[in-house]
């Protein structure tokens, strides 16, 4: 069984940064990609930004660029999206995803969602 759980969402005023953190626990032999996705009301999933296992990044929405890190802690199973001079964009909820093996087939697995606010 593997699970997924994500922190550091809240509300925060434009210019803020906040970075969001998700763990992947439970029966984990190995990770690939690890990647961020943005969800606003009324649209659909979105990718912001993904790394893979090497470390390179790919920072698919190009607003973000410069604004936005995403990192990862292997030894903690943990990728983080530090993001820095946020813009007054509303509410949006963030999901990580994961692809990893867990001894059977290699699988997506996703958070369950932080919500972001940045408003002032």
């Known amino acids: 069984q593997v699970q997924l759980v994500e922190s550091g969402g809240g509300l925060v005023q434009p210019g803020g940064s906040l970075r969001l953190s998700c763990v992947a626990s439970?029966?984990?032999?190995?990770?690939?990609?690890m990647g961020w996705y943005r969800q606003a009301p009324g649209k659909e999933r979105e990718l912001v930004a993904a790394?893979?296992?090497?470390?390179?990044?790919?920072y698919a929405d190009s607003s973000v660029k410069g604004r936005f890190t995403i990192y990862r802690d292997n030894a903690k199973n943990t990728v983080y999206l530090q993001m820095n001079s946020l813009k007054p964009e509303g509410a949006a909820v963030y999901y990580c995803?994961?692809?990893?093996?867990?001894?059977?087939?290699?699988?997506?697995?996703w958070g369950q969602g932080t919500q972001d606010t940045v408003s002032s």
């Open positions: 439970g029966s984990i032999l190995s990770i690939d990609a």
């Open positions: 790394i893979g296992s090497g470390g390179s990044t790919n």
């Open positions: 995803r994961i692809r990893l093996y867990s001894g059977s087939i290699w699988s997506d697995y």
